[in-house]
């Protein structure tokens, strides 16, 4: 039996970063570790998440940029299960040295990689296939009072997304941009 171990690869932005599962193969297939509160908790304090979500997507849907404010806030972690999506986040938090600047990444079934981004991020995706499929764990309750967004194509943020007019909530048609965003310390 092979086994590669957890790897985790820091992003641009302070605090998140993506994970490569551990993976075992042998004649009969593979088995993935997809997380370890110990790997985790290398990188960060540890983190015990308490919601788990699916979302299901057409192709072109883009969803976010949302975020929770104040004891409401949730750390995320982000795997794609089904097709592809780009992944994206954004630092909302005011003391951070990378405040308001964005990363994304490219989460898809074949790549197994898991993005983390703590408290005080916004988060959104695009889903670049038909039928892709988020699973993410989050550190705190969804609190609808609490729900805050960006707007998706934000200049001030300028992330690159690879579709001029994605099919959009009315909730997301309405977030405001960066500037007017309620942010954390």
């Known amino acids: 039996m092979i086994a590669q171990q957890i790897k985790l690869q820091p992003l641009p932005l ?4 993506l994970i490569s599962p551990m993976q075992f193969d042998d004649e009969r297939g593979s088995f993935y570790k997809l997380y370890s509160a110990q790997t985790l908790s ?8 308490v919601e ?4 299901v997507s057409k192709k072109g849907v883009l969803r976010g940029l949302h975020y929770q404010t104040g004891a409401h806030s949730q750390a995320k972690l982000v795997r794609c299960v ?4 780009l992944d994206a986040i954004v630092d ?3 003391s951070s040295p990378t ?13 197994m990689l898991s993005l983390y981004a703590p408290r ?5 995706f695009l889903a670049l296939t038909e039928g892709a499929s988020v699973l993410y764990k989050a550190d705190n309750d969804y609190a609808p009072a609490h729900e805050k967004g960006i707007m998706w194509d934000d200049p001030a943020i300028s992330i690159s997304w690879p579709i001029k007019n994605p099919i959009l909530s009315d909730k997301d048609k309405k977030w405001s941009a960066l500037k007017d965003a309620q942010l954390f310390e």
């Open 92 to 94: 909302l938090r005011k």
């Open 42 to 49: 290398q990188m960060l304090a540890p983190t015990t998440f």
């Open 120 to 124: 005080g991020f916004a988060h959104g």
């Open 52 to 55: 788990e979500y699916l979302s």
């Open 82 to 85: 089904r097709g592809e999506v």
């Open 99 to 111: 405040f308001g600047k964005a990363a994304t990444a490219l989460l898809s079934e074949k790549n």
């Open 14 to 17: 302070s605090g998140a970063f």
